[in-house]
């Protein structure tokens, strides 16, 4: 069954294992895509973005999954509520950009441009302070070790892994606060 | 960047996690909490002098039997909140049980003492009082639950900040009550419940500006 395969994934990614956690997020994107091509009719091309903004959550709230607990009520549960989050950040945007002026179709679409460039994981990847970016391109884009790592940025193994932990958080509160 | 590569890039080189370290965080929460209400309680209110003889009293301990079990059920739902997709449960029923027996037991208090008594056993000496100080010895615990909430994944944000509030509130009001005189069931079956209900109505407010993820 799809929920105790993917179940039996994260648990094994939960302890460690880089490639089964890998076949789980691969696995659940299609899924997630679903979910939200399903209740995002209205808004196709944010599509995307959300599914990659909640494979970030789920990775940094990944602690937060209880192994006793049905894989499909957590991830529902979370997907659920960046799904409400972003449809409040989305009214609050167009109610600023609501104004009964000619020139609203131009702005609009300078602002759909714009959104799409902050969308850019990769660019805001690279505004994170160096202490969080390093790690981060060091061991998770070109595969370093963590040791690795350390050596080459002169910082400390546990302040490596805390450096990688607090730049995906902080690029998730990023990804919220633009959005 | 395509999905794809966000994938594989979240997946390498993970570490794994540690599954006892949201008790042990939830536990240094608690302990860290409670020395702060501890020392609210015993250097700015000072502990009732006459503790030693209270703890005779069977009241003594059907007070703080109340606060515990508040206290329980509040953190109870603070740990389930604080995760996805895991439901409340009995803790609702269990609070409302709770408080339920304890208005019971009142009122029964209230009807059977003499009717020049009645006004004593409903205010005390502190009532004007009680609901603030148990609000204010609350207050470190409050801080230390919304700090449990921010490290785990709350999707109903109002809910949980209540919850943490009215955990704080609770457990406050068992710290409180080593200085609090009062051991009539009418005063804490309505003055500490407003004391506990201060912190639920701070944290319903914090929960969605603090604990958003």
Request: one cysteine or more.
């Amino acid at each position: 069954m799809k929920e105790e395969r993917l179940r039996s994934l994260l648990i094994r990614g939960l302890a460690g294992d880089a490639a089964a956690y890998r076949n789980f997020l691969s696995e659940l994107t299609v899924h997630l895509r679903s979910f939200l091509r399903r209740r995002l009719a209205r808004l196709p091309e944010e599509v995307e973005d959300l599914v990659q903004e909640l494979l970030l959550s789920i990775h940094n709230q990944r602690h937060t999954y209880d192994r006793a607990q049905p894989l499909t009520a957590w991830v529902q549960a979370i997907a659920r509520y960046k799904l409400i989050d972003l449809l409040r950040r989305r009214s609050r945007t167009n109610g600023l950009h609501d104004p009964l002026d000619d020139d609203h179709d131009l702005f609009a679409a300078a602002d759909g441009h714009a959104a799409e460039a902050r969308y850019d994981l990769a660019k805001l990847l690279q505004q994170l302070p160096d202490r969080q970016r390093l790690p981060i391109q060091y061991v998770k884009i070109e595969g370093s070790s963590v040791a690795d790592a350390a050596k080459r940025t002169g910082m400390s193994e546990s302040a490596v892994k805390v450096g990688i932990h607090r730049g995906l958080k902080a690029l998730a509160a990023r990804i919220r606060s633009i959005a | 960047m395509k999905t794809e590569d966000w994938v594989s890039l979240l997946a390498a080189g993970v570490e794994p996690i540690d599954a006892k370290r949201t008790a042990r965080r939830q536990l240094l929460a608690i302990i860290v909490g409670l020395l702060g209400a501890l020392a609210l309680t015993g250097g700015i209110l000072r502990l009732n002098p006459a503790l030693s003889h209270a703890v005779m009293e069977p009241m003594f301990w059907v007070r703080e039997a109340y606060c515990a079990a508040l206290a329980l059920l509040g953190f109870a739902a603070v740990a389930r909140l604080a995760r996805p997709g895991i439901r409340l449960g009995f803790v609702p029923a269990g609070i409302g049980t709770v408080v339920l027996v304890m208005w019971i037991f009142a009122a029964a208090v209230l009807l059977t003492a003499p009717a020049q008594n009645r006004s004593h056993l409903f205010f005390g000496t502190t009532a004007g009082v009680c609901p603030f100080l148990i609000a204010m010895v609350a207050g470190p615990l409050l801080i230390s639950f919304l700090w449990v909430l921010r490290d785990l994944a709350p999707t109903r944000l109002r809910l949980a900040g209540a919850a943490a509030g009215f955990a704080a509130g609770s457990l406050g009001a068992l710290v409180y009550s080593l200085h609090c005189p009062e051991l009539a069931a009418p005063f804490f079956g309505t003055w500490y419940l407003l004391g506990m209900l201060i912190p639920t109505s701070l944290g319903a407010w914090l929960g969605p500006r603090l604990v958003r993820w």
